[in-house]
């Protein structure tokens, strides 16, 4: 059974920090692009950020220099450090799988996980 599990969302200040992880199993996860994408109330989904394989990484305009994706093949993790957390990162964050870029440009990765709630705010 594949499963993707998220953790680490939260509440934190404006200016705070969170690490979300998310814990990969059930397929090769090494031959898979790994990626963030978050949705907020009433808005569409949107790519965060993203990690081939060999850990080549591309981020959305808004969290370019604040986000880091990475990943550990030998663990089946991918996490997303965010820093300088603003309200607008509020979302839900989930975690994907996809073998193509393709796919994950188009939102149609081919596993996903439940999600975790990040909310910044004081």
């Known amino acids: 059974e594949v499963q993707l599990v998220e953790s680490g969302g939260g509440l934190v200040q404006p200016g705070g920090s969170l690490r979300l992880a998310c814990a990969a199993s059930?397929?090769?996860?090494?031959?898979?692009?790994m990626t963030w994408y978050r949705q907020a109330p009433g808005k569409e989904r949107e790519l965060v950020a993203t990690?081939?394989?060999?850990?080549?990484?591309y981020y959305a305009d808004s969290v370019k220099g604040r986000f880091t994706i990475s990943r550990d093949n030998d663990k089946n993790t991918v996490d997303l450090q965010m820093n300088r957390l603003k309200p607008e990162d509020t979302a839900v964050y989930y975690c994907?799988?996809?073998?193509?870029?393709?796919?994950?440009?188009?939102?149609?990765?081919?596993?996903w996980g439940q999600g975790t709630q990040v909310t910044v705010s004081s």
């Open positions: 059930g397929f090769t996860f090494s031959n898979y692009r």
């Open positions: 990690i081939s394989r060999f850990g080549s990484t």
């Open positions: 994907a799988a996809a073998k193509s870029l393709h796919d994950i440009v188009v939102g149609t990765p081919e596993y």
